[in-house]
């Protein structure tokens, strides 16, 4: 008899107690497969440590292979449910699809950011709902900080230490209060090691339409968590939210403008979007299921976390909130009666919870909490914060309890790594938990993105020109004048460069490991930026047609160097010349037509007096002169040689002239005719063809071109 295949989507609070109370239940009986983004499991309440620098992002994590070793794990994110045929389709980390057959399916795909029609604030706003937002964050406040000290507008100064959040709930008043301990700590750090930077004090407000802070939780904790906000500084405005986000900073609902340039969205969460997809009935986004966490009609499937609206019995006509600790404790009652329906298990039980007690952790040794109804503020509070956090946490207690011991005797690290850019990590996504890869698979987040109020257009092609201002608005992807190509993103590969628009397209993550080049759009002149690597494989961009083209000399990168290290010249379209090592040369005519003197023989295409051109003696491209001088055609510079007329090359400024090939026939000059009717007058002289003089002018001549 085969083992029934029970199958888990997601591995948050909900998703990965089920997997692991399953293993346990069920001892090999049957076939546990968990499908995840990511292969770790992310402890969120400890999530706004990790952006003030107190904690290392690794130890908020707990591998999923590690701890369920009888669980299969798949990496990928749900596309699609077939309920009547029982499969499921997902897209692999890099693009592949794949099917999943169940008997019994889990949905436990949690929630994501929340977002409200409000203009701006898709592009100029950042979520904090999995790790890679927490590491922006991180870096974006660090960076916003050496900025400010750097300035000497007082203005600009005071917006950069500006830093917004919208949401008085748990998570944002979390982060602003671990946020102005953090910058306060790092600006006084700044002042006392240099004096010249004083007046430097960063202001944090955290904004919401409720009317007091934490409005879910009980009104002493609330009152507890608003006193030590405002004792720290924080600017706390309650009935007050964003009407407009701009890059230069927000418009209150009450008419002031406050410049800025960091908004953290912490309004709230809003379920998974992949539960809208089955048609099934819905209670305001989450999936209706019965006090034993069971879709009615569909006795194979089961949903808990956030993405179900759970009977509360202990308030009956509700439904359990959207909590970490109710989506652990539905993950073990789900597992138990998943269990059940296959005979692995006792009786089905319902789902019944009473709370009992939260904590709140707001910087230090200050928390608010009350656990069992007993309100605590300061240390005792924290002390019990701190203790919860550790025996909910799965693992890495150990490593947790040593960084906080070393951040009590240490002083922080206000370092920025750069490991996650603006782009990567958009407000409007359905995978907060993973970030936003160039020329990766795509996602779901990729259509839901770009509908609806909100569509994260900018931040996908910008880099912190979008409420950061760290580097305006040039981002990954766009070239700069005398720049390497972006380098440095996770799965970059070499771009492509659109003509006029400066922006730049990147290539997947396969094609790089193909080796295949990135091609233009047919007649719009677009070339590809090449990475260090393939430059040193010998590898030609390529442009339209797919012939070798250089790189565009107005404001896209550096001319490429030629064998002896001189850099190549540029022909008079702006278009620049490249010499490949071994000889090969590849330029741009005037008119914007490719040329190649490829090695071996074949010759030069597309001159304008329509004769190719012929290879020296021996191979040797006619542009490369010993001693690796390159062929000038710039304008304001000296014609190159051979031009019509039929003078040699004139001597560059503080050079000697060049010279012939050592025991060869010097190249003879030969005249060039006029261009052809209808081909505009090139604005500079073309190089002219050059004639072998060891072969006879045979017209079946081998080394000819055909073009």
Not at 140 to 169: K, Y
Not at 232 to 254: N, P, Y
Not at 282 to 292: F, Q, S, T
């Amino acid at each position: 008899m085969s083992r029934p295949r029970i199958l888990i989507v997601g591995a948050g609070f909900a998703g990965y107690r089920t997997a692991r109370t399953l293993s346990r239940l069920t001892r090999d009986r049957a076939h546990i497969t968990l499908l995840n983004p990511t292969d770790y499991f992310l402890y969120l309440p400890l999530l706004p440590q990790v952006a003030a620098g107190i904690l290392e992002p690794r130890r908020v994590t707990v591998s999923l292979s590690d701890s369920l070793p009888d669980v299969r794990l798949v990496l990928g994110e749900a596309d699609r449910i077939d309920l009547d045929d029982r499969t499921l389709h997902y897209t692999g980390p890099e693009g592949e699809g794949g099917t999943l057959a169940y008997d019994r399916l889990v949905l436990a795909a949690g929630s994501v950011n929340k977002l409200l029609p409000i203009p701006g604030v898709a592009e100029h706003a950042h979520g904090f709902r999995g790790l890679p937002e927490a590491l922006y964050l991180r870096d974006h406040v660090t960076r916003q900080v050496e900025l400010a000290a750097a300035s000497d507008d007082p203005g600009t100064c005071a917006a950069r230490c500006t830093f917004v959040v919208v949401g008085a709930g748990y998570t944002g008043t979390e982060v602003a209060a671990h946020g102005q301990m953090f910058t306060q700590m790092f600006t006084d750090a700044q002042v006392r090691k240099h004096p010249l930077r004083r007046g430097m004090r960063p202001r944090w407000m955290l904004l919401d339409v409720a009317p007091r802070v934490l409005p879910e939780m009980d009104e002493k904790l609330s009152a507890t968590a608003d006193r030590v906000l405002r004792q720290r500084g924080v600017d706390v405005r309650m009935g007050t939210s964003v009407k407009e986000a701009t890059h230069d900073g927000v418009l209150l609902t009450d008419g002031e403008f406050v410049e800025s340039r960091t908004l953290v969205w912490c309004v709230g969460v809003r379920p998974d979007p992949l539960v809208e997809s089955l048609g099934l009935p819905m209670e305001k986004g989450r999936l209706l299921v019965d006090p034993h966490l069971r879709v009615p009609g569909r006795p194979e499937l089961f949903a808990c976390g956030d993405v179900a609206a759970v009977p509360d019995l202990e308030n009956p006509g509700s439904y359990t909130p959207m909590t970490a600790q109710h989506a652990w404790r539905h993950g073990k009652v789900a597992a138990q009666n998943v269990a059940a329906s296959l005979g692995l298990g006792g009786a089905r039980t319902p789902y019944r919870h009473r709370d009992l007690g939260f904590v709140v952790d707001l910087g230090g040794a200050k928390a608010a909490a009350n656990p069992l109804g007993v309100t605590l503020s300061g240390v005792p509070a924290g002390a019990v914060t701190r203790g919860y956090h550790l025996a909910a946490m799965p693992g890495n207690r150990v490593r947790v309890a040593a960084d906080w011991l070393l951040d009590a005797v240490l002083p922080r690290q206000a370092v920025q790594l750069g490991l996650v850019r603006s782009w990567s990590v958009p407000l409007d996504t359905s995978s907060p938990e993973v970030a936003r890869v160039p020329g990766g698979p795509g996602r779901r987040q990729d259509e839901s993105a770009r509908s609806g109020p909100g569509a994260a257009l900018a931040a996908d092609t910008g880099d912190e020109g979008a409420g950061d201002g760290g580097t305006g608005p040039a981002g990954p992807g766009r070239a700069r004048p005398h720049d390497e190509p972006a380098k440095g993103q996770p799965g970059s590969g070499p771009t492509q460069v659109r003509p006029g628009s400066g922006a730049a397209q990147p290539r997947s993550e396969w094609e790089t490991a193909k080796g295949r080049p990135a091609t233009g759009r047919p007649g719009s002149g677009a070339v590809e930026l090449r990475s260090e690597a393939e430059t040193a494989k010998g590898r030609p961009a390529t442009g339209p047609g797919g012939e070798p083209t250089g790189t565009q000399a107005a404001g896209v990168g550096p001319a490429r160097k030629q064998p002896g290290g001189e850099p190549a010249g540029t022909q008079a379209g702006g278009e620049a010349v490249r010499n490949r090592p071994g000889g090969e040369t590849a330029g741009t005519q005037a008119g914007g037509e490719p040329t190649r003197n490829q090695p071996g023989g074949e010759p030069a295409k597309n001159q304008p007096g329509g004769e190719p051109a012929k290879n020296q003696p021996g191979g040797e491209p006619a542009k490369n002169q010993p001693g690796g001088e390159p062929v000038k055609n710039q304008p304001g510079r000296e014609p190159a040689k051979n031009q019509p007329g039929g003078e040699p090359a004139k001597n560059q400024p503080g050079r000697e002239p060049a010279r012939n090939q050592p025991g060869r026939e010097p190249a003879k000059k030969r005249p060039v005719p006029a261009p052809p009717p209808g081909r505009p007058p090139s604005g500079h002289p073309a190089p002219g063809p050059v004639k072998r003089t060891d072969v006879p002018d045979d017209p079946d001549d081998s080394t000819k071109g055909d073009s």
